[in-house]
T-cell receptor, first 112, second 114 residues
């Protein structure tokens, strides 16, 4: 039930753009995105509910394709502070309960 | 709000010993999740609770692992006996469980079993 993320790792130069993809084999209630710095806890970025919405957070935005059970995270004009590991959390509602599972993440490194 | 509080931050123990990890969720949150993080498997969901009741423990790797939530403000994850392959970072997270509620993670417990 763990989502599949791609790529597993990416290196960017400051100012470049990146896309991180997340897919699930099960019907999703929502998709969460988190960023984790080395040695720290994951920090919430945004959540997308069913409906194909797109949301933004500074220069980071995301979309959710409900039909394909896929979500993408877009990082534009990357900054050094964007470095970290990005996790998508796929939320299922089984019996009305919130269950969120994560995959192995995407390690992003932004270099000067 | 103090956030989710986990203790200890680091735990080093010998194989065969019992290990207890602790978590205090954010007040008012109905859900509590335990995750294990390793390089190979990423963030694995071990078990989660709703209103102190375990809902799904299918992620608990073996009978050596057990979790309890005796009240709304405290949960424990116990490993007995511990093995070197249990070495990982264990995160606790809580949420309010509403339609667009994110998970709030604690700072984690880094467990090393020698």
């Amino acid at each position: 039930q763990q989502p599949v993320q791609s790529p597993q790792a990416v290196i960017l130069r400051e100012g470049e753009d990146a896309v991180i993809n997340c897919s699930s084999s099960k019907a999703l209630y929502s998709v969460h995105w988190y960023r984790q710095k080395h040695g720290e806890a994951p920090v919430f970025l945004m959540i997308l509910l069913k409906g194909g919405e797109q949301k933004g957070h500074e220069k980071i935005s995301a979309s959710f394709n409900e039909k394909k059970q896929q979500s993408s995270l877009y990082l534009t004009a990357s900054q050094l502070s964007y470095s970290g590991t990005y996790f998508c959390g796929t939320e299922y509602r089984s019996g009305g309960y919130q269950k969120v599972t994560f995959g192995t993440g995407t390690k992003l490194q932004v270099i000067p | 709000d103090a956030g989710v509080i986990q203790s200890p931050r680091h735990e080093v123990t010998e194989m065969g010993q019992e290990v207890t990890l602790r978590c205090k969720p954010i007040s008012g949150h109905d859900y509590l999740f335990w995750y294990r993080q390793t390089m190979m498997r990423g963030l694995e969901l071990l078990i989660y609770f709703n209103n102190n009741v375990p809902i799904d423990d299918s992620g608990m790797p073996e009978d050596r692992f057990s979790a309890k939530m005796p009240n709304a403000s405290f949960s424990t994850l116990k490993i007995q006996p511990s093995e070197p392959r249990d070495s990982a970072v264990y995160f606790c997270a809580s949420s309010s469980g509403t339609g667009n509620s994110p998970l709030h993670f604690g700072n984690g417990t880094r467990l090393t079993v020698t």
